[in-house]
Nanobody, 124 residues
Framework: QVQLVESGGGLVRTGDSLRLSCTASGHTFSGGAMGWFRQTPGKEREFVTAIAWQFGTGFYADSVKGRFTISRNNTKNTVYLQMNNLKPEDTAVYYC?????????????????WGQGTQVTVSS
């Protein structure tokens, strides 16, 4: 059974930093891609960033470029999202996602595996 478990969310102030973690179990995505999406009430889930496990290079939404960094730890089968200079508009539930293809996609339908989500709240 494949599981993605996120952690690291919380309540922070504008300008603060947070690091989210997502650990995969039951499956290795070394030949695939993992990413982060976020969602606020009443809105569609939106792409934040993703990384092709084999290549290690992240792709970012314009809204987070220069502030967020995605990385992975092969040994721990974990992907991280370092979020710096957080803004109130970053407030959302953040979801980890994974797929078995190494091609990065910004489309939620292309990811077969999802975590349960972790809340990030940024106060002004």
């Amino acid at each position: 059974q494949v599981q993605l478990v996120e952690s690291g969310g919380g309540l922070v102030r504008t300008g603060d930093s947070l690091r989210l973690s997502c650990t995969a179990s039951g499956h290795t995505f070394s030949g695939g891609a993992m990413g982060w999406f976020r969602q606020t009430p009443g809105k569609e889930r939106e792409f934040v960033t993703a990384i092709a496990w084999q290549f290690g290079t992240g792709f970012y939404a314009d809204s987070v470029k220069g502030r967020f960094t995605i990385s992975r730890n092969n040994t721990k089968n974990t992907v991280y999202l370092q979020m710096n200079n957080l803004k109130p508009e970053d407030t959302a539930v953040y979801y980890c996602a994974a797929r078995d293809l190494s091609i990065i996609s910004t489309n939620t339908f292309h990811y077969a595996y999802w975590g349960q989500g972790t809340q990030v709240t940024v106060s002004s």
